[in-house]
């Protein structure tokens, strides 16, 4: 029984994780408060017309790990979430040559088969191997970690669960899941590939959200993390969003509100109001106080933990894990506004390459070169850039013949040498950009508008502490039973009533969401 | 030169054949026509529910009836009260023998007091003739004489205000209205076989090229995609539409009574106008059967996803989906009792889905009844759970708006 006014889960940030735990709270009849800092929803899963016309996905641009049992449970299509194919990848190479990955086999492998025959061949073998470890772990995105030192009754439940579950690998899966979780992906690679434009291509999905080059040991775990998604394969939960990534949100918010979901922007939360130890409501910055029996953070960790709730209430040990959790942002994005659709050298005209992503990334060096000027405090002089071109995916993008690119860029480091500023952000710009008409030499006179986003951007916009976009990265040392912090992996927090639910928990980030339902699912638990 | 011992190629075939570089031609109603454009369906299929697809609809039998009695004959083979279809309206109908079992279904448009355009699935100049003893009336058929193009997506108007002379804004669902475009006669419907906001055109068939290459460059901007009928045929099962040959039989064409359908058992009832005057053909039968009830209904089943996953999890697979809609029969059974069957399944993309179109005895035809269908799992039969829905699965608000 919830007394008038207030609330059983008060959930604080409406990014698609929170959104999600609500919905799954008021799916189980509880009555769920969601508070926003920002007007709008959606939190990094955001659609914005930054011009008049043009509509960007300012910060996530791609879905490819939503859980298909959220698209169901929510209902997410009958609220709008439609999810459209981005069937190609094209590398454009130095050479004036291309290396292409399209939506058919054959295609793909008689493309492949133009650079290295070789690789044709080991790329049929690589991506059922790469796909049968994805199915082998994937069972792991819907378990609650166990603590591995606890004898509880509820760890060793879960200890069970995972035993029972490794029981069921072969002895050959094992072993390959221990080397991928270890290995850099450059040496896993390596092992497969020769022609270099593929490895580097390929190594791209390692790196992404990390702050670690191609050749760092762990980034194979990350590229196989991205994996995940096409296994889903028939149910298609990878691809462009219908609106950009905000239309996920959109789609989630509705079915929220439709289960009766209450979620209030503009409404910045400043801290958890703690009485008797127990988190019992927030304290909003206008003064306002409001009250509910648990509240769920879906902010990042260290916001949810470091900010929100003052140090006394938080074990020493918990609040140092936290503040060691590397949350280094390592990524930046420029969204364009384009007159007319780029040309790329290696493939002119308009054609298929428009509507699936464009990748700069024509070697493993050339993205390890990419690291190396992070590494020392610079942002990459030849970035490596992952670009889509939303407005051919879904014309309501912009205006008819007009256009808008996003491309993600790596590496921008958080830590930049003196500090992001205008100049810098510009300077930063200005290399994405020049590193794009080295391929699409009319990309600077189709600009009509143009968006830098730094990771400093990305905190200041989105409120993601450090700018990165996974809210911590997915390091061996930060995933499983060690997110975001030692025997709190199980979405409780050591403040009875708080709850942790975002990328910053298990399984990690990406637009997928399963952070959100399973606290949503473990607040559920306690309450039985 | 069109061979004699081929298939007919449509009035656009000299633009589609380059088009369909996969070789995927299909055959309807003696032509050729392009099955898919892509080695894969999901840009056509995406044009229809984002974009707009410019779809060849040529070999659809097109008969023009004129005359005084003209609505009479309409009014005598079809169960819709002709007498009310204003000019400028298009009643969908099917039409029965006088066991008022469905003989075939399509399009009537009213094209003027005494002139009206059928369009059918078979030919049916033979039935036209026969019921139009005795009236004051001229049935021409036009089939290779029109074209047809059938633009279908929520961007389909904006493309057709950009190279029509006048506005679509005002033509409203089921209507239809002269217009020009690329400086050529046409008619334009706003009908279609997707259930999405869709206009079809209808042309001289010398007149074909160059409103195919004006739509083309006028819907550049808006993503228009050539799309094969493969894709329309996963559209079609999402709007509840059903297809000759594939989920019912013509009554001419049945070697069985049981393979006979009549529209109450088709969904149809509301096309069956009762209470208009006078005789039509199968009026007696179709009384009856209002009376009496239909002894069973097509209507929709969703199929659960968890089920899917249980029934492929078994033997250690995620659960697979065929690429494009499925022509063949599956049993469907209450409780292990056969109680029906599906005639078309399809993955729906749009609704995240597995669909069917489902014939049930009846009462198990009742939405929110539980059935199980089955599916064959590494060459063995297995019972996948579903739910009894209404029709249509999918029907975007812009449809009618």
Redesign the interface.
Known sequence: MTAAGTYDAIVIGAGHNGLVAAAYLARAGRKVLVLERREIVGGATVTRELFPGYRFTEFSYVVSLLR?EI??ELE???HGL????L?STVTPLDNGDYLAAW??H??TRRELYRHSPRDAEAADEYSRVMARAA?AIKPILGLVPPDPSSLGWKDLRRLLRLGRYGASLSAQEIYRIARLTTQSAADLLDEWFEFDPLKGTKSASGIIGTFLGPRSPGTAYVLLHHYMGE??????AWGFA?NGTGGVAEAIARSARALGVEIRTGTPVDKVVVRGGRACGVALENGDELRARVVLSAVDPKRSFLQMVDAQHLPDEFVEAIRSFRVRGSSGKVNLALSELPQFTCLPGEGPLH?GAISISPSVDYIERAYDDAKYGRFSQHPYIDMIIPS?I??DMAP??HHVMSCFVQYAPYDVEGGWDDAKREAFGETVIGTIERYAPNIRRAIVGKQVITPADIERMAGITGGNIFHGELLLHQLFFLRPAPQWADFRTPLPGYYFGASGAHPGGGIMGAPGKLAAHEILKDWR | MADLHQLKRTPFHERTSRLCLPQNWRRWAGCIAVGSYDLGLDREYWAIRNHAALIDVSPLMKYSIEGPDAARLLDRITPRNIQKLAIGQVYYTGWCDDDGKLLDDGTVTRLGEQSFRLTSAEPSLRWLAMNAVGLQVTVTERTEQMAALSLQGPKSRAILNRCCESSLDGLKFFRMAPNTLAGRPVTISRTGYTGDLGYEIWMDAADALPIWDALIQAGHDYGITPCGILAMDMARVEAGLFMLDVDYTAATHAWIPGQKSSPYEMGLGWTVNLDKPGYFVGRRALEREAREGSAWKLVGLEVDWEGLERVYGEVGLPPQIPGMAVRSSLPVSKDGRQVGYASTSTWSPVLKKYIALVHLERPHYEPGTRLDIEITVEHRRRQAPGTVVALPFYEPEWKKK
């Open positions: 298909p698209v169901r997410l299509p009958r439609k999810i459209l194919p069937p939506d058919d054959d295609l199915k296994i889903d394969g028939a149910f298609r219908k509507r051919m879904d014309r008819p013949g």
